[in-house]
């Protein structure tokens, strides 16, 4: 096999010259459900350290790390209290500094999680806001309410997580938090603001850090007249969209980033941001703003080849009239995981993140369907130009944990909602490691507490021991994909579209063929071609069958 693609390897090495970014994987790191290395049921860097053989192994170029900052974890660390240090259950600032260094010995780049939307009540910024120490409230949006006394919110804003975005003080004031109460906005019209998070990039910059993953990169600047958003949804096809949310002033704000992140070599940003369209998406990775974003109508796409097919056009055109390579994510920890979301009825267009969680309640998923079209999507995303992520655990083949009850979940949304969205918490279940039962060796064998979220009695073969060295298994089959997506391809290699039944979707990328069966019957492929990897059983005598995809290559680069 590796011979076959020695010729791919042998064209002009652009993989040397071109920037890392544009062609990465990066493995996201739920670093609280990774691995717990002192056996108090969370996960933290001494885990995440002893871990770094099996990264490396898996073959991937980089890790984002969800937000490993002190906080009081009303929103699982999203809520920071201080930018320049490490959560004490996680570990030290030293210990982080002593990973960037192995990541790198590893040949593994490390991106941090920058959340500049807002901060944690009990940053030092919000507690001298409480105290109403001259300034401070400048800094996040306060107002007063409306209506008699003053106890109706200044605006009509909801929370992301449900209820008001607003939550009033003792002493009358609002503030504005499109997230938890714990989590109060920040003003970036202060000009401190602005300033702060300059330096906060550049400590982690001058400590390493390969880039940051934007949080809510479409939040931070609002419609400095906070109009009622009225019937606008956030991130809707509106000609007016909300106020609250990607607003244009907030380009600015990433202009004065990429000027920091140029004072250093080699350095990447990747936005969170849920805009109205990949039109929107592309005005963030214009030259002179963020390098990368992620392409969340991937994840949002129905298992059908004309949806999904019209999903990789738009991206690749979007980002390309800018010059980005397009930012490939089938999950992460905010949504319903890959298996799951494909274990059940396919709806007939783009679906909102959360639909699953709510509309899908009570059909039971067909999970080993939805493992085969797993194991296909994985071998399409690491086809496609550009760079992809993928969320710790979608190597294994892990399905959203439905089953948790509700007094262990832990997401606001859960509480927000009045307990009618069950929330996140399903998809950040800790990592099956080893052994028979729980903890599956995320913890020590004498570990005090139990894991944070408890894991299903039924993961025994999931687990990575289970899994390394089974041709069959997801792992394996991840591993592959992983390295020969690296021989196969060497930088942006066009996307070429082949004539198909319309359930399927193939495309020819220098000299390979990614053929996809979404479709519910056999289908054919074309003669005279090499295998290189199949997603499932039943690849033969030119027969593609239902949900399962191949990369094949064209006799030529068979020499
Ligand atoms: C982003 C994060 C999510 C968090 C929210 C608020 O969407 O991915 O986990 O709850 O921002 O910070
Ligand atoms: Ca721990």
């Not at 099996?54 to 991937?60: H, N, P």
């Not at 007063?144 to 992301?160: E, H, I, T």
């Not at 800790?430 to 913890?443: K, L, M, Q, R, V």
């Amino acid at each position: 096999m590796s011979q076959s693609v020695q010729s791919a390897a042998n064209s002009p090495t652009a993989r040397e010259t071109e920037p890392w970014w544009k062609t990465a994987v990066v493995y996201q790191v739920y670093i609280r459900s990774f691995a717990d290395g002192n056996g108090d049921g969370i996960g933290d860097l001494t885990g995440l350290r002893s871990k770094l053989p099996y990264l490396a192994e898996l073959g991937i170029d980089a890790v984002w790390i969800n937000p490993w900052y002190p906080s009081p974890m009303a929103d699982a660390g999203y809520d920071v209290a201080d930018f320049r240090n490490i959560e004490p259950s996680y570990g030290t600032l030293e210990q982080g500094e002593a990973f960037i260094i192995e990541a790198h010995e590893l040949g593994i780049r490390v991106i941090l999680d920058i959340v500049p939307n807002h901060t944690s009540s009990d940053h030092r910024w919000f507690q001298a806001a409480l105290r109403d120490e001259p300034g401070a409230r400048d800094r996040y949006i306060f107002r007063p309410g409306r209506g008699p006394g003053g106890d109706q919110p200044p605006n009509d804003w909801q929370s992301a997580f449900g209820g008001p975005a607003w939550s009033r003080l003792d002493t009358g004031e609002w503030y504005l938090h499109l997230f938890a109460p714990a989590q109060p906005d920040l003003n970036w019209e202060h000009p401190g603001v602005r300033a702060e998070f300059e330096d906060i990039l550049r400590f982690w910059f001058d400590k390493g850090v390969d880039g940051f993953r934007i949080d809510v990169a479409h939040g931070l600047t609002k419609d400095p007249a906070l109009p009622d958003a009225g019937e606008r949804l956030p991130g809707s096809q509106h000609t007016d969209p909300h106020p609250a949310w990607d607003q244009d002033a907030v380009h600015e704000v990433y202009r004065g980033w990429r000027a920091v992140a140029n004072e250093y070599a080699d350095r990447v940003f990747v936005a969170e941001a849920w805009v109205a369209n990949n039109d929107r998406l592309a005005r963030y990775l214009r030259p002179d703003e963020l390098h990368t974003a992620f392409q969340f109508d991937f994840l949002r796409a129905p298992w059908r080849g004309e949806s999904i097919r019209a999903v990789i056009d738009d991206a690749l055109s979007q980002a390309g009239a800018v010059g980005a390579p397009a930012t490939w994510v089938l999950s992460n920890h905010d949504v319903p995981r890959t298996v799951t979301r494909y274990s059940r009825s396919q709806p007939d267009h783009l679906v909102e993140t959360d639909w699953e969680r709510s509309r899908w309640a009570g059909e039971q998923p067909d999970l080993a369907l939805g493992r085969r079209r797993a194991r296909a999507a994985a071998l399409l995303q690491a086809a496609l130009p550009g760079t992809a992520y993928i969320y710790q655990g979608e190597e294994l083949g892990l399905e959203e944990v439905e089953e948790l009850p509700g007094e262990v979940r832990q997401d606001p949304t859960w509480f927000q909602s009045g307990f009618t969205d069950v929330g996140r918490d399903g998809c950040r279940v800790p990592i099956p490691w080893s052994n028979d039962e729980a903890p599956y060796g995320f913890s020590p064998p004498d570990a005090e507490k139990d894991t944070w979220l408890p894991q299903p009695g039924h993961w025994a073969p999931h687990t990575v021991q289970a899994q390394h060295g089974d041709p069959g298994s997801f792992l394996t089959l991840y591993r592959q994909v992983l390295a020969l997506r690296r021989q196969l391809w060497t930088t942006d290699e066009p996307v070429e579209w082949l004539e198909t039944p319309h359930d399927v979707l193939a495309f020819a990328r220098g000299g390979v063929q990614c053929w996809v069966n979404t479709g519910a019957t056999d289908t054919e492929l074309p003669a005279g071609m090499r295998r290189v990897l199949a997603s499932g059983p039943g690849v033969t005598g030119g027969v593609l069958p239902a949900d399962t995809a191949v990369w094949l290559t064209e006799p030529e680069h068979d020499r």
